[in-house]
């Protein structure tokens, strides 16, 4: 297998992308001028040396510390906690500019069929929960899928099996309803159901 | 203009029908048994004589009275009244089965620009909100877009405006939230903030 | 059933036409005016009374004696004769503008998997052909998928096998190539080799 | 500019690339293990050493000498020359499995409204075409829109203007006319026009 073989199989491996595209980013690499190639091997390479987790929330940052800019700010509410699946769910929540909280990556959802949990960070979302004592209400933010769903009532079900009795954690859900751009007829029945039930 | 091009232009006026469909659809007739043809002819005739409005929702049936089906159904809530934008919009929250009260079609959505209310049944929506007793909610149940926005804050405007002092009505909208496949990661913010604003 | 029913049935019996599109047209036509609908209606029944197939070409049209228009033009030529599936390819041949021969409507293709040719024109095709002196040359233009090229080589060899010893009629096929707006990047192979093979 | 972003602003140049997917990008690299980000980066950085263009088609390929496996086959018929657009025009012919000749890659078309020939390989073309004692035919095989239309214009031209007299070059194009899968009836007036003149 030669270079160009050897660098579109691995781009065939990025989310989304077929041998097709793969190839066409490796003619796009060949055009390029030797100065870009270097960039992209040099900032491919300094992923793994200036990114780290966030001990914290767990998203990727390349914060100077051990917390990312969110964790490491004073001014977010340390009294809600929004679990979310992935760093760009919690970009997006945090674009959406409404809330002032703290994040929980977990890591992704359940895949159905299996139901396994390995590869999502449960444990350390329960033990971050058990030691923040200024925490109230833990958001669960997960997409509104079947794997979501699953993955939202088994999070739910350890944290209420796991906090410490007498502890009060208010446990909630994002709220479902029409989206923006929904038209009533085109609406499946289970999201009429919920925007009749949230209706305010 | 032959009986040809004359059927393919008035196929033309349907929603979402181009001359190219249109084309289609007399081909499909051309091809079709004269007994199909007449069974159009005769069922788009029949429409006029036996489909009437109901009286008290407005929405298009051929129930024998001046009710329909629902208008005339003793067991529906009286309590509250959904008004919706079209005999559509009533049929998809129907289906959704969690609706028991009654509903009225009020015919539209203003369109922006115009801002106007006409062909709308606003003033039969106030009158009949004025004339019945038992009601207790009006449940704004519109697209969750622009124009169903704009639509909606002009409806509830006017409700406010127009109830008799001392009756007691309470004006409320559809939740919004995350529609059934939303991911967070492709949501807006609106619906973001809407999620977050209406977690339970 | 009731009309509004009634009427969505038989607009799903259209081509390419749901249940819910269906009933948006219904949905239409009540909303419409009585005239429109009337106009409707009429324009079906006319379509059984105006409309013939013309006695040649086998195409709809409502040209007032047994030929269309096309067939009826002594200024067309009759040394070539174009095959076709339906209607709707001859109007897109005629409307290319560089065709001035005559047209016969096969009447659709074979369905892959029956190989059946029952419902198309083949016989009158045949006895077209050899009938017409004048005729040189019959230009097949079906669609350039697997039921077009089935029915092409089905009838290519039909025509050969029934020719009148000693007539010369030349059978041929629309090229083959690159179309518009394609790029050799995502052509498939057969297309590649048909746009070399008629290179000039 | 942190290396995330930094990184991710490389990958939005890649070609079809937005925002969005660069940033996934990001993040499934951050989520593979340090291996494969090694490899990726190992990869890139070869392309520079590896590949060089062809000195006589110019793609590029990682051939040991100065001529790519095509060009360095001796079976090859050198009495044709396709010319392309792209490296990835060239694969596609080959893979078609039809053409046994020669290939020049020109790096491009002409983009309309300037009519720019900077940055095409023109003057090597014609250099090529002068040299080779064997050559017939130019085959022009540029994709079948504006831009291609008018490069291949302009190179017919010049090829035509730079030819020594007294040699004889054929210059021949990809035939036009109905790609697999196209029916007649949404086929555009020039690709019929294309398919009646090249029948066969």
Redesign the interface.
Known sequence: M???E??SK?FE????IGPR?A????????RSS?A????????????????KQCSECYR???AEGKLCGICANPSRDKSSLAV??????L???E?????RGKYFVLGGTISLGSEKMSGLRLQQLLDAIDERDELAEV?I?????PEGDATADRVRDEIVRNTTPGKQIKV?????????????????????????????
């Open positions: 030669d270079a160009i050897r660098l691995i491996r990025f989310p989304g595209q190839g066409r980013f490796v003619q796009y690499l060949l030797p870009l190639r270097r960039e992209l091997a040099d900032a491919v390479r300094e992923l793994g040396g200036s990114v990727f940052s390349t979310v699946a992935s760093d760009a769910d970009l997006a929540l674009r959406s500019g409404t809330y958001i933010a997960f997409p509104a899928n909630t859900s994002l709220g479902r309803g029409l989206s923006t751009g929904s038209e009533l007829e085109y609406a499946d029945p289970e999201t009429l159901k919920n925007a009749l039930d949230s209706r305010r």
